[in-house]
């Protein structure tokens, strides 16, 4: 065959569906449902094109300083990238290898995170979360492991732990990596671990522009973490690529950190619009995890995931579903606008006769 031993060997994370035309209700990518800022969108229109002529910035210096402005660090703090599914891709080949001791994540995350061990040839074990799917840090500690990966909030549960647990790991395991997978914190009631990494050089916070920052069609993710894990990051994605991050989404993005206003607003109306329906749906027998993220991962008891998804389906509104034994009855549901939830909402209660 003509394949590498290694790619024959793949099986490839699996993207959620993006509808070619037709008028669906999407809620299956947790996308934002609002445009990116005005000034991004300005940056853009007003992009001097005759500038795609050069090569961008291989280290988008503009973007970074905007960027450890907000963050409360220093520009040598920050790398960023072709989305956090790239920054995570190169920290896993950056910080792990195939030890005998494995890389830890929870049984219910981010299904990336053993595609990017199978690339790298990376050990790993998969913790199981609690009955809620919470995850029990004291599982994670007194353990042989060359490096823990946790999104916070998980995906698709929603669930956070508070910065206490990320110390306890961080001061665990000096001479491990600590990856905080924070794509959805904005949503959350817990501030960013961000801060933290001043004082634990071996905490990496991953972040991206695609959900909070309507950004997810521009590409562009970033860490924040020590001055050394930067400088590994970046000797790895010049292994790589060394142009991630196109000119035109350096640009959209800095602005879009500037604008801390229409930030605020987005985010806030977000969370609303996700009180409000998951309210609506315990109201019509739903049961679901207490999430801090742009989606709900909720389940309808008696009836099973599959029905439900296709039943929503024949209504017009995608939602994603995981076929993995503990969570195939469960629906993640981004949150869109309040009128695709109230619409949502409706088809819910249509579906189960409430
Ligand atoms: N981490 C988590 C937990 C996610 O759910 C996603 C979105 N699929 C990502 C990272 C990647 O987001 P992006 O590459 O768009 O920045």
């Given at each position: 065959m003509l394949m590498s031993r290694l790619a024959s060997g793949l099986v490839p994370y699996t993207p959620g569906e993006q509808p070619k035309g037709g008028k669906v209700i999407k809620l299956n990518t947790n996308e934002n449902p609002y445009p990116p800022s005005p000034r991004a969108a300005a940056a853009i229109a007003s992009f001097d094109t005759s500038r795609l002529?050069?090569?961008?910035?291989?280290?988008?210096?503009?973007?970074?300083?905007?960027?450890?402005?907000?963050e409360?660090?220093?520009?040598?703090?920050?790398f960023v990238g072709n989305g956090s599914d790239e920054v995570l891709s190169l920290a896993f080949a950056a910080f792990f290898d195939d030890a005998?001791?494995?890389?830890?994540?929870?049984?219910?995350?981010?299904?990336?995170?053993?595609?990017?061990?199978?690339?790298?040839?990376?050990?790993?074990e998969e913790v199981r979360t609690d009955g809620g799917f919470a995850v029990r840090v004291n599982d994670y500690l007194c353990r042989e492991t060359s490096?823990?990966?946790?999104?916070?909030?998980?995906?698709?549960?929603?669930l956070s732990l508070p910065s206490g647990a990320f110390r306890a790991l961080c001061a665990a395991y000096p001479d491990k990596v600590i990856i905080a997978d924070e794509a959805y914190v904005d949503f959350s009631p817990l501030p960013s671990l961000a801060v933290l990494t001043a004082?634990?050089?071996?905490?990496l916070v991953v972040k991206?522009?695609?959900?909070?920052r309507s950004l997810a069609g521009g590409r562009c993710g970033y860490a924040i973490g020590d001055a050394s894990l930067i400088r590994t990051l970046r000797t790895v994605k010049n292994c790589f690529n060394s142009y991630?991050?196109?000119?035109?989404?350096?640009?959209?993005?800095?602005?879009?950190?500037?604008?801390?206003?229409y930030f605020a607003d987005c985010v806030g109306k977000i969370k609303a619009t996700r009180e409000k329906t998951a309210a609506a749906l315990r109201g019509i027998g739903?049961?679901?995890?207490?999430?801090?993220?742009?989606?709900?991962?909720?389940?309808?008891?008696?009836?099973?995931?599959?029905?439900?998804?296709?039943?929503?389906?024949?209504?017009?509104?995608?939602?994603?579903?995981?076929?993995?034994?503990?969570?195939?009855?469960?629906?993640?549901i981004t949150i869109g606008t309040e009128e695709d939830m109230d619409a949502f909402v409706r088809a819910c209660a249509e579906i189960t006769g409430q």
């Open positions: 002529r050069l090569y961008p910035d291989p280290t988008a210096d503009a973007l970074r300083a905007a960027l450890a402005d907000a409360g660090v220093r520009e040598e703090n920050v005998s001791a494995p890389v830890l994540f929870p049984d219910v995350t981010y299904s990336f995170y053993k595609v990017f061990c199978a690339l790298y040839r990376i050990n790993f490096g823990i990966v946790l999104a916070n909030p998980n995906a698709p549960t929603g004082e634990y050089s071996n905490l991206t522009f695609s959900k909070s991630t991050v196109n000119a035109l989404t350096a640009a959209a993005a800095r602005e879009a950190v500037l604008d801390a206003e739903f049961r679901m995890t207490d999430s801090g993220a742009n989606f709900l991962f909720a389940e309808y008891p008696g009836m099973s995931g599959e029905e439900l998804q296709s039943e929503l389906r024949a209504r017009g509104i995608i939602v994603r579903r995981f076929d993995s034994p503990r969570i195939k009855d469960f629906l993640r």
